[in-house]
Nanobody
Framework: QVQLVESGGGLVQPGGSLRLSCAAS????????MGWYRQAPGKERELVAA???????NYADSVKGRFTISRDNAKNTVYLEMNSLKPEDTAVYYC????????????WGKGTLVTVSS
């Protein structure tokens, strides 16, 4: 079985920075796309940023220029560098990965809470 474990969430003041990490473990042959989603209270889960296996990225308009997604394929890990954080970035952030193991499956982490508040 494959697991995704996020870390790096917490409380930060507006204008501050955080770095999220998500490590995939288990029997993994390869990982295609990896991404970060978020869900704020009372709202639907939305894509924040994604990176595919050859490094191409895409971002939600609301985070362009402030967030950077990257991945370390050797470590099966994806990162989200978040700068100039705003209160509206407050949400539970979930990691997602399209993993090829014995089957090809979309996996989700349990989420990490990011709170932006003074």
């Amino acid at each position: 079985q494959v697991q995704l474990v996020e870390s790096g969430g917490g409380l930060v003041q507006p204008g501050g920075s955080l770095r999220l990490s998500c490590a995939a473990s288990g029997i993994i042959f390869s990982i295609n796309g990896m991404g970060w989603y978020r869900q704020a209270p009372g709202k639907e889960r939305e894509l924040v940023a994604a990176v595919n296996s050859d490094g191409r990225t895409n971002y939600a308009d609301s985070v362009k220029g402030r967030f950077t997604i990257s991945r370390d394929n050797a470590k099966n890990t994806v990162y989200l560098e978040m700068n100039s954080l705003k209160p509206e970035d407050t949400a539970v952030y979930y990691c997602n990965a399209d993993v090829r193991s014995f089957t090809r499956t979309d996996y989700w982490g349990k989420g990490t809470l990011v709170t932006v508040s003074s």
